[in-house]
């Protein structure tokens, strides 16, 4: 049995230096490095994407499209996260069993590419 990982999909895969233009339209370029980083985890395991603009059949279709265009291999693209062993999310806070940091890690977070 292999497990999954899951990707998010705009500012983990998709750059996301426009920001959001819409579901269908995604104008930016991947992020160094990132197709080879899913090329050595799908060695292991199932590597799926997950988008909100996945919500419709054109999100869907836009997004394969792009993976396509830049010859970037996963196993599945979906709207909403499967079971998996880990997420890999540009807007996730990894919790680290003290609840008590929470407030202040929400109040200050900062994607990466902010």
């Known amino acids: 049995m292999r497990y999954t990982v899951v990707f998010d999909f705009d500012g983990v895969i998709h750059s996301y230096k426009s920001g959001w233009k819409g579901i269908t339209e995604i104008p930016d370029p991947p ?12 060695e292991k395991f199932n590597v799926v994407v997950v988008s909100t603009r996945c919500i419709s059949p054109e ?3 836009a997004v ?5 265009k830049y010859n970037i291999v996963v196993d599945d693209v979906v709207a909403e996260k499967p079971p998996a062993i880990c997420y890999i999310d540009d807007r996730a806070i990894c919790f680290n069993g003290n609840a008590a940091t929470l407030p202040d890690l929400v109040e200050n977070f900062k994607v990466w590419w902010e």
């Open 31 to 42: 992020v160094s490095g990132i197709k080879e980083a899913i090329n050595k985890i799908r």
């Open 59 to 61: 999100g869907i279709k």
């Open 64 to 68: 394969k499209n792009w993976l396509n």
